[in-house]
């Protein structure tokens, strides 16, 4: 018999009414919208308020900059393909192929000539964690004008371009969405120019739209801000900032009352021919008056609230940076923790960015790759190999920046454990940390041949082994 069933159902009952119930204040809120009809109100003017945090709000602005760091980095995520022959092997030198095609496409990824492979995943992560979502058009043969060789690529825009409100439930629109059987979406509504006035919206299929986004909630079709949670505490995080400023100009400010000796105050001795010799007084730098025996002298200053300012600053930053998912620490550029919780915050952050980044990768990367290898092949600019197995044509990996450690020895002792035991493979550690594999391996090659050829291995063998084991005296590659 288990303990539910133990406690008398009236008892149950109790607990749960109870749990509806506050002891005190005003019952929170519920949402009762369906979540269709939330996108339909609240998806863009969600995402226009939390652009123009981004455009006037530091905090904001510095905390995107952090997640597309982590996220997808300098140059873009790495893909490593991996296609293998009939006899199970990789196919080496194909893979080389893709790899140095798909590099060369980079720089005219997108149809302006303008944006690049890495500019686009930047600027999608941007919008994905800001907007909630972004779209990106796809351009496939067809006679388009392609600027690079693969007749392949992308038209990036913004949610705006798909109108939320767009709505006939006799024809299956929803949210600017077509729906069809099974609920599943069948195309999108497009309006190519925002600024023109009564446009009809141009229908253009699912297969030609990669959608990115952000959703909590099952059965939406919209991706929804990211930052939607964290928008109240920005602004209140803005007007506490100007009171704070404002209450310590007033702080700095030192009043100055000047008692003359015969009851009378400075302001009411113009033109009394017995006070006539006197001047007015004033309160800057270096200041010396002339005052008679009797004067009295008082100054008032105020520092009400100065103390306290900087932790409820403080506690609201953490609030947005948190909402976002970014390193709060790396944002504010606050390091006054201790070595464990500034790295038990950096892991806690990095486990977001991987979701992120697995978002963005299923979303809108990995489409977009099988998409361009597909043209690459069909337009004869990749030639596979005649053993190739072609199920293994779309098998490719693609890596980000990884999470950066306080200590270097530490990490590198790591890799090379974890290399040693079978648990990491050192092209995957190249690419994780953002390297080019086969460049690097090419140029650790030259180097050994190199070395080898100027004898000098057991010179630089004998340093290293030195080095290293001074190193494990010193510290023995634990933490302290």
């Known amino acids: 018999m288990g303990l539910s069933a133990k406690i008398p159902q009236w008892l149950r009952l109790k607990a749960k009414y109870e749990a509806l ?96 492979r890495p500019d686009s995943e930047q600027l999608i992560t941007r919008s994905l964690v800001r907007d909630g979502e972004s779209f ?115 702080a700095a400010r030192i009043v100055l009352i000047h008692k003359k000796d015969k009851k009378g105050y400075v302001p009411e001795q113009e033109g009394n021919e017995e006070y006539s010799d006197d001047e007015q007084l004033s309160f800057d730098y270096g200041n010396i008056l002339e005052a008679d025996k009797e004067d009295d002298f008082k100054t008032l200053e105020s520092a009400k609230g100065a103390e ?38 950096m892991i806690d952050r990095w486990a977001g960015y991987i979701i992120l980044r697995a978002i963005l990768v299923r979303q809108h990367v990995r489409p977009a790759y099988e998409g361009w290898l597909n043209a690459a092949v069909i337009s004869g600019v990749l030639k596979p190999p005649k053993d190739l197995d072609w199920t293994t044509l779309y098998d490719v990996t693609f890596t980000g920046p990884v999470m950066p450690w306080i200590d270097p020895y530490k990490e590198a002792t790591s890799i090379k454990i974890l290399k040693e035991i079978g648990m990491l493979p050192l092209t995957m550690a190249l690419a994780q940390r953002g390297l080019d594999v086969s460049a690097v391996l090419e140029m650790y090659r030259q180097d050994k041949v190199e070395i080898e050829r100027l004898e000098l291995t057991e010179l630089l063998t004998m340093v290293a082994n030195n080095h290293t084991n001074t190193q494990d005296e010193k510290d023995d590659g634990k933490e302290s």
């Open 136 to 250: 990106s058009r796809i351009y496939a043969f067809d006679g388009h004008d392609f600027l690079g060789d693969v007749p392949y690529a992308l038209e990036l825009f913004e949610c705006d371009h798909i109108p939320a409100d767009l709505y006939d439930r006799k024809k299956g629109i929803v949210n600017g969405f077509q729906l069809g059987a099974y609920n599943r979406t069948t195309g999108y509504y497009f309006v190519p120019d925002l600024s023109a006035f009564a446009q009809k919206p141009l229908f253009i299929e699912v297969n030609q739209i990669l959608h990115t986004r952000w959703q909590t909630r099952i059965g939406g079709l919209r991706g929804v801000s990211k930052m939607a949670p964290a928008l109240l505490s920005i602004h209140n995080l803005k007007e506490y900032e100007d009171a704070v400023r404002l209450g310590r100009l007033v």
């Open 308 to 345: 306290s300012s900087d932790i409820y600053v403080q506690h609201q930053q953490r609030n947005i940076t948190g909402t976002i998912g970014a390193n709060n620490s790396a944002v504010t550029g606050i390091y006054n923790k201790s070595y464990s919780a500034q790295r038990q915050e």
């Open 21 to 116: 119930s506050p002891r005190s204040g005003k019952r929170p809120n519920r949402e009762k919208t369906p979540t269709r009809e939330l996108a339909r109100i609240s998806q863009l003017p969600l995402a226009q308020q939390a652009r123009w945090f981004e455009e006037n709000y530091p905090i904001v602005s510095t905390a995107l900059d952090e997640v597309v760091k982590c996220v997808v980095g300098a140059d873009g995520l790495t893909a490593q393909p991996q296609p293998k022959t009939t006899d199970g092997k990789v196919s080496t030198e194909f893979a080389r192929q893709i790899q140095r095609v798909y590099e060369k496409s980079g720089p005219v990824w997108c149809m302006d000539g303008r944006t690049t």
